[in-house]
């Protein structure tokens, strides 16, 4: 069966500093993976998602960047945080037309 | 105009009571629909598919409705364990992307 990871679950990080976030998926090949961002008390934002390795598709203008490496593999970051990023980090992978499944999140604090 | 739009509640009920959420979406081209429920500091979690003709999962229904382009998720006999924020999301013409409503709060009271 399928399964995705994602760490780290809480991360506390200073302004300016940067950022790591990263995604793994198992049990299958070549899947559709996604980044969204849910504020506290806010819907889901999609902030990147990837059909396929080194295929990023930016749906946010911001100071994040994400990267696909492997095929299973999807990272998100980020060169200098802003008070702005903080939130619950959702991945997700998904073939197309179909539903998506998520990892555990990270919730990112920026202080 | 947002893609999907939800009443974000709460909705305050009763254990036992029957309860109804609307969604509604914006583009006319959409292909799939869900609903997903997502616990306070949790990840959401595909709750049902949406098909064309209704379908009934236990004590869950959704409806889909074309012409009106909304879709409904009716909860019978509602459980404490029912308190949730459900998530309806729609599939547009580009199968990849999904969007999300923000959700709308249901809390269920002894």
């Known amino acids: 069966s399928q399964t995705i990871h994602q760490w780290p679950a809480t991360l506390v990080q200073p302004v300016g500093s940067p950022l790591s976030l990263e995604c793994t998926v198992e049990g299958t090949s070549n899947p559709n993976l996604y980044w969204y961002r849910q504020a506290a008390g806010r819907g889901l934002q999609l902030l990147f998602y990837?059909?396929?390795?080194?295929?990023i598709s930016s749906e946010v203008p911001q100071n994040l960047s994400a990267s696909r490496p492997q095929d299973r593999q999807f990272i998100l970051s980020s060169k200098k945080l802003l008070l702005s990023d903080s939130g619950f980090y959702l991945c997700a992978w998904g073939d197309a037309n179909q539903p998506q499944h998520f990892g555990d999140g990270t919730r990112l604090s920026i202080l | 105009r947002k893609e999907v739009e939800q009443d974000p509640g709460p909705f305050n009920v009763p254990e036992g009571a029957t309860v109804a959420f609307n969604c509604t979406y914006s583009n006319s081209a959409s292909q799939s629909f869900f609903w997903y429920r997502q616990d306070c500091r949790k990840e959401p979690k595909l709750l049902m598919s949406?098909?064309?003709s209704g379908n009934e999962d236990g004590r869950f229904t959704a409806q889909l409705n074309r012409a009106s382009q909304y879709i409904s998720l009716l909860i019978r006999d509602s459980k404490l364990s029912d308190s949730a924020t459900y998530l309806c999301v729609v599939i547009g013409h580009n199968f990849n992307k999904f969007y999300f409503g923000s959700g709308t709060k249901l809390n269920v009271k002894p």
């Open positions: 949406v098909y064309s």
């Open positions: 990837s059909v396929g390795i080194g295929q």
